[in-house]
């Protein structure tokens, strides 16, 4: 794969790897040996980081905290990271009157189905669900859809692809917003507070 990726590049070969697995692959070190002989410069560390490194067992230890207070009750340890994080973003003041809940199904969030065609009824009806949901405290009133999209099952699959564009139009006929993160994204707390902010203006 790397010599097809490394044939194949035109103008820039970007490389991502974790610096704790480099040791295990001899093809990924001798290759980033060969880049930092021919210039030094083009090997950096990157300062970027994303609580979805939580989903690998080598991760940053800036990120332990966080680690040891990962919960939920979703299969989906990426379901489970975000699920905590969004309990510490609603405890900022200017989030007092949200709240979020886990795994609603679209004929709860929407038993009114008037406003939608036939084929966006049927999908209501069926098994949908939005991963989290952040209402309004007092007026109940649902404001934000989040999703958590992992990359290997969505980006590849045109048919779920084309679910979460429904579900999304869905959504939005009922004057809510949709935040899809994927788990390859980073900045997910500046992704979800963007947004928050934006609905809140």
Same mark, same amino acid.
């Not at 880049?35 to 990157?46: F, L």
């Not at 049927?122 to 404001?143: E, G, N, P, Q, W």
């Not at 139009?169 to 004057?175: D, L």
């Given at each position: 794969?790397?010599?097809?990726? *490394? =044939?194949?590049? !035109?103008?820039?070969?970007?490389?991502?790897?974790?610096?704790?697995?480099?040791? @295990?692959? +001899?093809?990924?070190?001798?290759?980033?040996?060969?880049?930092?002989?021919?210039?030094?410069?083009?090997?950096?560390?990157?300062?970027?980081?994303?609580?979805?490194?939580?989903?690998?067992?080598?991760?940053?230890?800036?990120?332990?905290?966080?680690?040891?207070?990962?919960?939920?009750?979703?299969?989906?340890?990426?379901?489970?990271?975000?699920?905590?994080?969004?309990?510490?973003?609603?405890?900022?003041?200017?989030?007092?009157?949200?709240?979020? *809940? =886990?795994?609603? !199904?679209?004929?709860?969030?929407?038993?009114?189905?008037?406003?939608?065609?036939? @084929?966006? +009824?049927?999908?209501?009806?069926?098994?949908?669900?939005?991963?989290?949901?952040?209402?309004?405290?007092?007026?109940?009133?649902?404001?934000?859809?989040?999703?958590?999209?992992?990359?290997?099952?969505?980006?590849?699959?045109?048919?779920?692809?084309?679910?979460?564009?429904?579900?999304?139009?869905?959504?939005?006929?009922?004057?809510?917003?949709?935040?899809?993160?994927?788990?390859?994204?980073?900045?997910?707390?500046?992704?979800?507070?963007?947004?928050?902010?934006?609905?809140?203006?």
């Amino acid at each position: 794969m790397i010599n097809v990726a *490394v =044939s194949r590049a !035109r103008e820039k070969f970007i490389l991502v790897t974790n610096h704790n697995e480099v040791p @295990r692959s +001899k093809v990924i070190k001798a290759l980033i040996d060969y880049v930092r002989y021919q210039d030094p410069d083009q090997v950096t560390e990157s300062g970027v980081l994303s609580v979805f490194d939580l989903l690998y067992q080598e991760y940053s230890e800036r990120l332990s905290e966080f680690a040891s207070r990962v919960h939920g009750g979703s299969k989906y340890k990426s379901e489970n990271i975000v699920w905590t994080l969004l309990k510490d973003v609603l405890k900022d003041p200017a989030y007092d009157l949200l709240e979020v *809940v =886990s795994q609603v !199904r679209l004929r709860d969030l929407m038993p009114d189905t008037d406003r939608l065609n036939e @084929r966006q +009824k049927k999908f209501v009806r069926s098994t949908s669900a939005v991963d989290f949901a952040i209402y309004h405290k007092v007026s109940k009133r649902m404001l934000l859809a989040i999703e958590v999209n992992g990359t290997e099952y969505h980006e590849d699959n045109p048919e779920q692809q084309a679910r979460d564009e429904l579900k999304a139009q869905i959504i939005s006929v009922y004057g809510a917003d949709m935040l899809s993160l994927r788990t390859n994204d980073s900045n997910i707390e500046s992704m979800i507070r963007d947004r928050l902010d934006r609905i809140l203006a």
